[in-house]
């Protein structure tokens, strides 16, 4: 409360401070109702067999620690989550499928595309999936506000990288929707680390073609990356009109969220109105809020479908949070929207996520490599807590057979 004048009149007449008194004096307050003391209850609630069970398994594999070690759970050799700082690095720690045949043995499966050939200014996400597995590390698998330990309540893959040709986009596409097709028609819900945009078409391309059904986009986004061509070619400007020309992606079920500022082309705004998709700008989400914002996302992404693809592309953030981008534009989401955005739009399930753009070559302390990976545990972890994790399989009925 402010100290106002009356106040230090009461101290000049020798009553007891009302300052000291009043600022523990809340009525309405109650502890109990806040967030913060709702995750320190719900933490208690959550197994931590999946923890015992990695501790155990780091012993095997990594052999007992020295005797010196009081800790008898900590082994020679570093396996698993810790420490942090150690390690080869998969994303957030999970297993390396050496094997993709045995994807299907995971709810998701976290596939690398190390592509950029399609970007038109700043390359370098071709080392987009190193350099978000690399910071994954930093990670737990357990989140406090969501009450969420991705360990104990799904299993999670990382099945490495498909093999692109930088030369060729085409035949990079093919590679890309190939392993798609493959790790969708597993059942584990496909995650794919980018790579520039280009391999929105690609990777939407993969699920559709192993499904009848029909399937929305919720594509968050500086850029409107609805043109035919860019440069003579199908660059990272271009994968929404490629996409929704798929007999089962329409583009009235594409949402387009953060679009707006100095660089989206008028070719891809021209095609948009032809082809009527949805654009909120963040002004428009500013103004009718997050919740509002997410309840109409939805409702047009999910009107006549049966699955919705979420496609995150970094420089949606205001450029001042994602130095290491291809094409950074200041006015974007903040963070914590961004976040509570994608979290409202992936609590339904989805069939597959995407997170582009991340260049650590312009990346500075990682700051964008680690918001990538926030995007797939802040996925995974609302579709956890609303139960909503592998909903995506009911609508494999073409599963690809390799
Ligand atoms: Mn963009």
């Known amino acids: 409360m402010s100290r106002n004048i009356p106040e230090r009149s009461h ?35 959550l197994p931590e067999s999946g ?21 008898k759970s900590i082994p020679t050799f570093a396996r698993g989550e810790l420490p942090h700082f150690a390690g080869i690095n998969t994303f957030l720690k999970a297993p390396y499928v050496e094997n993709v045949r045995d994807v299907g043995k995971y709810d998701a499966a976290v596939i690398g595309i190390p592509f950029d050939s399609g970007t038109t200014y700043r390359p370098g996400t071709r080392f987009g999936p190193q350099g978000i597995r690399r910071i994954s590390a930093l990670y737990t698998p357990y989140n406090y506000e969501l009450g969420v330990d991705l360990r104990e309540q799904m299993t999670l893959c990382d099945a490495g990288d498909v093999f692109t040709i930088p030369a060729n986009l085409e035949k990079s596409f093919d590679q890309i929707t190939k392993g798609v097709s493959h790790v969708a028609s597993s059942g584990a819900l496909p995650i794919m680390l980018g790579g520039d945009h280009s ?4 990777c939407v391309r993969g699920i559709a073609d192993v499904t009848s059904k029909r399937i929305g986009i919720i594509h968050f986004d500086r850029h409107i990356d609805i043109q035919e061509k860019d440069l003579d070619e199908r660059m990272h400007t271009t994968p929404w009109y490629w996409a929704t020309n798929l007999p089962n992606v329409s583009a009235t079920n594409l949402v387009q969220l953060g679009i707006g500022g100095w660089q989206v082309p008028r070719y891809g705004v021209a095609e948009a109105r032809k082809r009527g998709t949805n654009v909120l700008t963040i002004a428009d989400i500013e103004q009718m809020g997050l919740e509002k914002a997410a309840e109409i996302a939805l409702e047009l992404a999910w009107k006549d479908t049966d699955a919705v693809y979420i496609s995150f592309d970094v420089d949606s953030l205001d450029c001042g949070f994602v130095p290491g981008t291809g094409w950074p534009e200041p006015g974007g989401f903040l963070p914590r929207e961004a976040l509570k955005l994608l979290g409202l739009v992936t609590a339904p399930g989805i069939c597959g996520l995407e997170v582009v753009e991340v260049s650590p070559p312009y990346d500075t302390s990682d700051i964008t490599a680690l918001f990538g990976v926030r995007v797939v545990v802040e996925a995974l972890g609302s579709m956890v807590a609303h139960g909503n994790l592998g909903k995506h399989k009911s609508i494999i009925d073409k599963p690809a057979s390799f």
């Open 11 to 45: 101290r000049r007449a020798g009553l007891v401070a009302r300052a000291a008194r009043e600022r523990f004096h809340h009525p309405d307050f109650d502890a109990r109702g806040t967030q913060g003391w709702k995750s320190i209850e719900a933490e208690g609630k």
């Open 51 to 71: 923890w015992r069970k990695e501790q155990q398994w780091a012993l095997d594999m990594g052999l007992p620690g020295s005797e010196s070690i009081v800790d």
């Open 199 to 202: 391999i929105g078409f690609p």
